[in-house]
């Protein structure tokens, strides 16, 4: 299983960003797949999930409004829909995608795959 991210950047303050991740072997049935994000020692925390099977979606409060986690299963790829971005929100942002499973959230011990990640910067 491969993850890619795409999308990327630096941009002002209040602006957006749309991140990308395709994601190989992808079923739309039964799979947990993620945004997570990291800033230098930092531990990686969970933005947003969506549990493929169904759309249940999981935000962190610190985006919840701001962001929002879309599936494409047409085209085997995650969203993340990022708008009214902060400072704070700069990071390495990570899809990650746990499969075959019928839990979904926010635990980043529970994804067995990730993608090498996208910078963010928000100045």
């Known amino acids: 299983v491969q993850l890619v991210e795409s999308g990327g950047g630096s941009v002002q303050a209040g602006g957006s960003l749309r991140l990308a991740c395709v994601v190989s072997?992808?079923?739309?049935?039964?799979?947990?797949l993620g945004w997570f994000r990291q800033v230098p020692r930092k531990e990686r925390e969970g933005v947003a999930a969506v549990y493929a099977s169904g759309g249940n979606t999981y935000y962190a409060g610190s985006v919840k409004g701001r962001f929002t986690i879309t599936q494409d299963n047409a085209k085997n790829t995650v969203y993340l829909q990022m708008n009214s971005l902060k400072p704070e929100d700069t990071a390495m942002y990570y899809c990650?995608?746990?499969?075959?499973?019928?839990?979904?959230?926010?635990?980043?011990?529970?994804?067995?795959?990730w993608g090498q990640g996208t910078q963010v910067t928000v100045s």
């Open positions: 072997a992808y079923s739309y049935i039964e799979n947990c």
């Open positions: 990650a995608a746990r499969l075959t499973t019928t839990w979904c959230g926010l635990d980043r011990g529970r994804f067995a795959y």
